[in-house]
């Protein structure tokens, strides 16, 4: 049995004013980098035989500072960059359906199979990361693995593992910044043990509160 804790990354200033990071290289503000290391405090226990990171500068940071925690270095793997949103990214969601509402309806009802104009479907995604996940698990089947990637990754993962409908993604799946998920591999098959775990946040910590919104992709 192997366990894969994948983390998404601190807060950006783009997710704090909700809008989408996409594959744009947004750096984590001040409470991106002080959630980064409550989540490495967190994961400091955790005796990781691996640790690796989408190439985009959000998780990079994160992952960097929990690899000063856990002992290891990130080892950047580009099949887990966050979904390209094109020509929406920099935008948020109300700026788009106001400017392009029939497009934004038309993805909204099926993110998984549309892609944004210029960006990447909720499938294609899948396409490109499940492969990662085959191959570190062909790696590593006993131990644990630390992953740092992205919102949607992290969503869309935990609906091809419990068989939710890909396009329910955004609905049924919250994932905050910073958040834990765990998904087991034990004999070829998975499953969610923890999803969406931020309990190693709060105000105190973070030094001030802050929202949470659906636009922080």
């Known amino acids: 049995m192997a366990l894969f804790y994948f983390l998404r990354h601190g807060e950006t200033a783009w997710n704090a004013e909700g809008r989408l990071c996409g594959s744009t290289d947004v750096p984590l503000s001040e409470v991106g980098r002080r959630q980064g290391q409550l989540l490495a405090f967190r994961m400091k226990s955790i005796l990781a035989d691996a640790l690796y990171s989408s190439p985009l500068i959000r998780a990079l940071e994160t992952a960097r500072l929990i690899g000063e ?21 920099g935008q948020t969601f109300e700026e788009i359906q106001r400017a392009t509402p029939a497009a934004y309806r038309a993805w909204d009802a099926d993110p998984a199979n549309l892609a944004p104009p210029e960006g990447e479907s909720g499938v294609h ?13 062909q790696r590593h089947p006993t131990g644990n693995v630390v992953v740092v ?23 049924r799946v919250p994932m905050e910044n910073a958040a834990l998920n765990i998904f087991e591999a034990a004999d070829g098959n998975w499953r969610v043990v923890t999803l969406n775990d931020t309990s190693h946040l709060s105000t105190a910590a973070l030094g001030r509160s802050h929202e949470r919104g659906e636009g922080r992709d």
């Open 149 to 171: 990637s992205h919102k949607t990754v992290c969503r869309l993962l935990a609906c091809h593992i419990m068989r939710v409908p890909l396009g329910e993604y955004r609905r």
């Open 69 to 89: 925690a856990i002992g290891r270095e990130p080892l950047v793997d580009h099949r887990l960059a966050e979904l390209n949103y094109g020509a929406w990214e």
């Open 125 to 137: 995604l899948i396409e490109r990361v499940m492969p990662f996940l085959v191959d570190v698990a």
